[in-house]
């Protein structure tokens, strides 16, 4: 599998960013205060980032895109540190954006958010300084998305750099030259653009026209549920982070075969009208509002299936485990590791998600996840064949999602 970074369809992930009203995730910090800086500069430099952008030619799209919506200028304050994950004009062309041209003639509100979401501002952040903690360190850039209900504080759409023994990143997009010090704060070039997201996950993964079992199988395993109990409220809370292994359609259509076939047997069917019948049962996502597999699927089973899919780990404050982690291709490590689910919050000594990344230089080539359990059932822990993430790093205002072709099970 080949993990493409970004490319032309990106565009559409930044129309949304500039004017949304939906909120990020609640452990984001206010944004902080400018830093006054007294002479000598922070950096011995006497060359201020927006004054290296306007002057080096290899940064002359960036300059092209922050000129046009007037951030550039903000760029060349002495008075406030930034950081930023500057991309190069070999980013924007790696990214689908091939001259100044064409960013002249893109919606200004997606040229915005292409400059916004790579600045941090109030601080400098050098690749030292970013921590090694799984997965990531999340920071909020300048884009403005909502304000702190019953405050007065800003909400900003956060970005997540990290740094591990595969290099130094922001989200999943390599950085290719790290700390370029300047008066003002610092500069890490990047292999591309690194796109902000426009949709909650709920909104994304619906849209999905590959993943209608997996809404489905949601709806199914909502039943009877309240609030954020239902897993479709909580996909749709913006206020968070999350990592959701979404299996395809065409998984689910192989689960649901091997549930339905079995179950027919059971029932006294032979293995000819089981098999035919199990095929129709599967051939829909229909199937899982259908009352002739209640019994073979009920809804605490789908649940179970699903929570499986999301990664978990402790809340810092009350150690309850909570879908809290935003976990990039790169993040992973690669070697087998075991990943806490959303099971944990239940069953605190399950293993996990037995997960691994294989990576070409600085990219991940291929992402693989194991369930604990088998189908049919009994067979050694973990032995299953493995899912594969046939789509990386499908980022959305509240996570993070991979679209995966195998059914993961949690028992």
Known sequence: ??????????????????????????????????????????????????????????????????????????????????????????????????????????????????????????????????????PNEQLPTTITIGQLPGTPLPLKLSTFPSVSASGFYDNNIPVTKPDIKLKNGVIHEMAAIVAPPSQTLKDAINSNPDLTYFKAAIARADSGQVGLNRIDSLLGYAVTNMTVLAPNNAAFQTLIFGFAYSYLLQQGYDQASASQLANTLASGPVVFSNPVLFSALPAATVRGIIVYHFLASPNPNTGAIEPNIRVFSNNFSSTPTFYKTLVNSVYSTHPGILAQATFAGPFVSDLKFTGLGTFPPGGAPFSGAPATAVSLDNHAVNGVYYVIDKVLLPQ
Do not use: H, W
């Open 1 to 134: 599998m080949k993990n493409i970074i970004i490319n032309t369809k990106v565009f559409q992930i930044f129309i949304l960013v500039i004017g949304a009203t939906i909120f990020i995730n609640s452990c984001n910090k206010p944004l902080p205060q400018a830093t006054p800086i007294d002479y000598p500069p922070v950096n011995n430099s006497t060359t201020s980032i927006g004054e290296l952008i306007s002057s080096d030619t290899s940064y002359s799209f960036f300059a092209a895109a922050a000129t046009r919506t007037g951030q550039l200028a903000e760029l060349n304050a002495d008075s406030t540190e930034y950081t930023v994950f500057l991309p190069t004009n070999n980013a924007f062309r790696a990214s689908g954006i091939p001259s100044i041209d064409v960013i002249n003639v893109l919606p200004v509100q997606m040229v915005a958010g292409i400059v916004g979401y790579s600045i941090i501002p109030g601080r400098q952040f050098l690749s030292t300084g970013v921590s090694a903690a799984f």
